[in-house]
């Protein structure tokens, strides 16, 4: 029987999650953590009962780690991933895998030859009622695909870009951008997910209520690979904060899902719709990532988890990939650089 994979977790902010995550995903164990703040360090060795290090090149010289889940800072993610991979342990990556397709392809070129896996967040791939919907377009059973949409109106305090621990959020240097490569990537990647890859975008961004550098809300009109078109709307301004809503339709059917619910699924025989509302219907939940990020359920991340220790033990890449988690970061880096310009910006031109 293959003995247990150990992490280590850099990065305690998001990463108390991942910690989290870890202790309840089956084949992993957590052994270490990682964090320049030392009072929490004190406070997630103690709660965890596991080895701490305040410097990551210490941390990764620790040769009972298989697994560095990276959790730091978006602009960072890329630089500590190499680092783990030159070290010979395998990633969970956070989202985004890092700020700009440049960056990722060094990510990519380093990882390469190391042999490492590398498995990224985006739990919502891993939800059932996300995967059912997919599979229904991938089956044509929306027919062909006209629109497809998604709307993000959460809410930021301002004291979230706040204090030792905030003030890199809403950075262009750090954060990558504000509500649309923070909180909406995760939007952004269901939507091409589900719809397909994105050829090319027009974009609006501003900052409305917040003392930021970059947006607290972004419009895209997106243009699909497969000739549907798409809109994306996120915010950090909304008050109250709302859930997430996408909306897709085409020439033999449609669905709406509000906070992971269906409002309505018209797609497939009778019976299959009637299956799809049982299973996933009902009234709109409080979506409490909305206005807490640290509300976020750790169930995502440990099937992520899961899915890389199975992938490591049966060598296989995976379910979610760098290559497949770097497409949202080139749409949100298409949409920041259409804005300014006011013109169309194809997905081709970004990675460049």
């Avoid at 953590?33 to 305040?54: F, N, P, S």
């Avoid at 060094?106 to 059912?132: E, H, M, W, Y």
């Avoid at 699909?224 to 078109?229: H, T, V, Y």
């Avoid at 990020?293 to 750790?298: F, I, Q, T, Y």
Wanted: charged content about 25%.
């Amino acid at each position: 029987m293959a003995r247990d994979l150990n992490f280590g977790v850099v990065g305690l902010g998001m990463g108390g999650h991942h910690c989290i995550a870890v202790k309840k995903a089956k084949g992993a164990n957590l052994v270490a953590v990682c964090d320049l703040d030392e009072e929490r360090l004190a406070r997630a060795t103690k709660t965890h009962g596991v080895r701490g290090y305040t410097k990551y090149a210490e941390m990764l010289k620790d040769k009972s780690i298989d697994c560095v889940n990276v959790v730091v800072e978006s602009g960072k993610h890329a630089e500590l991933g190499i680092a783990a991979a030159r070290a010979g342990k395998h990633i969970i990556m956070e989202k985004p895998v890092d700020i700009t397709p440049a960056r990722i392809k060094k990510f990519q070129d380093a990882v390469r030859p190391t042999g490492v896996k590398v498995g990224c967040i985006f739990q919502s791939r891993f939800d059932n009622c996300n995967i059912l919907l997919k599979r229904a377009i991938d089956k044509g059973k929306l027919g062909k695909l006209i629109g497809a949409h998604a709307h993000l109106p959460w809410f930021r305090a301002d004291s979230y870009y706040a204090g030792p621990h905030g003030s890199w959020k809403g950075t262009w240097k750090l954060d990558g951008g504000g509500s649309l490569m923070n909180q909406g990537i995760h939007t952004v990647d269901l939507l091409q997910w589900l719809a397909g890859p994105v050829h090319s975008v027009c974009g609006f961004y501003g900052v409305f209520d917040h003392a930021i550098e970059a947006e607290d809300q972004t419009v895209g009109i997106l243009k699909f690979e497969n000739g549907a078109f798409g809109t994306l709307f996120s915010t950090t301004c909304c008050v109250p904060e709302g859930a997430q809503r996408v909306f897709f339709y085409g020439t033999k059917g449609s669905f709406s899902a509000h906070a992971g619910k269906l409002e309505f699924y018209e797609a497939g025989p009778p019976k299959e719709r009637r299956r799809m509302m049982g299973l996933f219907g009902g009234a709109r939940q409080a979506d409490a990532a909305a206005a807490d990020p640290m509300a976020v359920s750790a169930d995502g991340h440990t099937l992520i988890i899961e899915d890389l220790v199975k992938a490591i033990r049966y060598d296989r890449e995976p379910a979610i990939t760098v290559e497949s988690a770097k497409h949202a970061v080139e749409i949100a880096c298409a949409i920041y650089r259409s804005a300014p310009i006011g013109k169309e910006v194809k997905i081709s031109q970004v990675r460049k």
